[in-house]
């Protein structure tokens, strides 16, 4: 297991949280939430305390944290998002951002390197640069290779088990936005957002069964608008083969306190909400998906 070093010493940098028994066919992934912040970006940032957390998907892990109870695996990023971004390829690099010159295998010129925000982030949100100077070139790259290759060699491994276990997996990465996320047509700022590529990543009646139960709940629910699914979503999403990936996006207000970073009396509500969800779209899986049909059992 890859560790990062902090000012509490040395820490996982993720752990994959596994049931005592595989239950549902389903992997969750929480790449954002992580908030052990290793030295080596404290000791390069231009940014507060406060100031570069920004880009934390608040507690997006701790509202999962119930999946291993139900029988699915739970893998958490420990490492923040202002120090790799695992939702990205894993060389999106901003040349502007290194000392040296990068490799001609880097992706240079995606939209995401352009905002900003590739492997290797060089802002948090609302446009704050993260680093007071080049980095060199070599940390970026060892955090690739140490910590962003590990991780997804976790994630596609845990995938795989279920999927021989069940005959597929969904993988449901869990993300937070913020609540003045960019507003749809008619000022709309959704509750939560599913996210499937457009329709690619999933098949169109498990988005179908998400959408549908978080909407049962009372939430306004949006699909693909504004956030489709990342590098996550889009990589191990192979629906033909039996791997179906979506995203959910969840509204930072309803569950904490934006300026704070504090979770406020909305989260235990959200919390058991979302057992519910994870709880019936399971069964509407097992339903649909895994449960011999009439004829084959006669």
Same mark, same amino acid.
């Given at each position: 297991?890859?560790?990062?070093?902090?000012?509490?010493?040395?820490?996982?940098?993720?752990?994959?949280?596994?049931?005592?028994?595989?239950?549902?066919?389903?992997?969750?992934?929480?790449?954002?939430?992580?908030?052990?912040?290793?030295?080596?970006? *404290?000791?390069? @940032?231009?940014?507060?305390?406060?100031?570069?957390?920004?880009?934390?998907?608040?507690?997006?892990?701790?509202?999962?944290?119930?999946?291993?109870?139900?029988?699915?695996?739970?893998?958490?990023?420990?490492?923040?998002?202002?120090?790799?971004?695992?939702?990205?390829?894993? $060389?999106?690099?901003?040349?502007?951002?290194? #000392?040296?010159?990068?490799?001609?295998?880097?992706?240079?010129?995606?939209?995401?390197?352009?905002?900003?925000?590739?492997?290797?982030?060089?802002?948090? %949100?609302?446009?704050?640069? *993260?680093?007071?100077?080049?980095?060199?070139?070599?940390?970026?790259?060892?955090?690739?290779?140490?910590?962003?290759?590990?991780?997804?060699? @976790?994630?596609?491994?845990?995938?795989?088990?279920?999927?021989?276990?069940?005959?597929?997996?969904?993988?449901?990465?869990?993300?937070?936005?913020? #609540? #003045?996320?960019?507003?749809?047509?008619?000022?709309?700022?959704?509750?939560?957002?599913?996210?499937?590529?457009?329709?690619?990543?999933?098949?169109?009646?498990?988005?179908?069964?998400?959408?549908?139960?978080?909407?049962?709940?009372?939430?306004?629910?949006?699909?693909?608008?504004? $956030?489709?699914?990342?590098?996550?979503?889009?990589?191990?999403?192979?629906?033909?083969?039996?791997?179906?990936?979506?995203?959910?996006?969840?509204?930072?207000?309803?569950?904490?306190?934006?300026?704070?970073?504090?979770?406020?009396?909305?989260?235990?509500?959200?919390?058991?909400?979302?057992?519910?969800?994870?709880?019936?779209?399971?069964?509407?899986?097992? %339903?649909?998906?895994?449960?011999?049909? %009439?004829?084959?059992?006669?």
């Amino acid at each position: 297991m890859p560790t990062v070093r902090t000012a509490s010493g040395d820490v996982p940098a993720y752990e994959l949280i596994e049931p005592a028994e595989a239950r549902i066919p389903f992997v969750f992934c929480s790449p954002h939430s992580g908030s052990d912040y290793p030295l080596e970006l *404290i000791a390069a @940032t231009r940014l507060t305390d406060q100031t570069v957390r920004r880009s934390e998907d608040l507690f997006v892990d701790r509202l999962f944290d119930f999946v291993p109870g139900m029988g699915a695996p739970l893998l958490a990023a420990r490492f923040p998002r202002a120090y790799l971004d695992v939702n990205r390829e894993p $060389y999106e690099l901003d040349p502007g951002m290194f #000392s040296e010159e990068l490799p001609d295998y880097a992706n240079v010129a995606s939209v995401r390197v352009a905002g900003g925000l590739g492997t290797i982030p060089r802002i948090v %949100a609302e446009n704050e640069e *993260i680093y007071r100077t080049a980095l060199p070139l070599s940390e970026g790259l060892q955090r690739i290779e140490t910590v962003y290759k590990p991780f997804h060699r @976790t994630l596609e491994e845990a995938l795989g088990r279920v999927r021989d276990r069940f005959g597929i997996a969904v993988l449901v990465d869990c993300h937070s936005m913020p #609540s #003045s996320v960019r507003a749809l047509p008619g000022g709309r700022r959704p509750d939560m957002v599913i996210g499937d590529r457009f329709g690619t990543s999933a098949a169109g009646r498990l988005v179908t069964i998400a959408t549908s139960r978080l909407a049962a709940q009372g939430y306004d629910v949006a699909r693909n608008k504004p $956030y489709a699914g990342g590098f996550i979503t889009e990589r191990y999403g192979r629906p033909p083969v039996g791997f179906h990936a979506i995203q959910i996006e969840i509204n930072r207000a309803l569950y904490a306190d934006e300026r704070t970073y504090l979770p406020h009396e909305g989260f235990a509500v959200l919390r058991d909400r979302l057992a519910a969800f994870v709880a019936g779209f399971a069964a509407d899986v097992d %339903a649909e998906y895994l449960q011999p049909s %009439a004829a084959a059992a006669e």
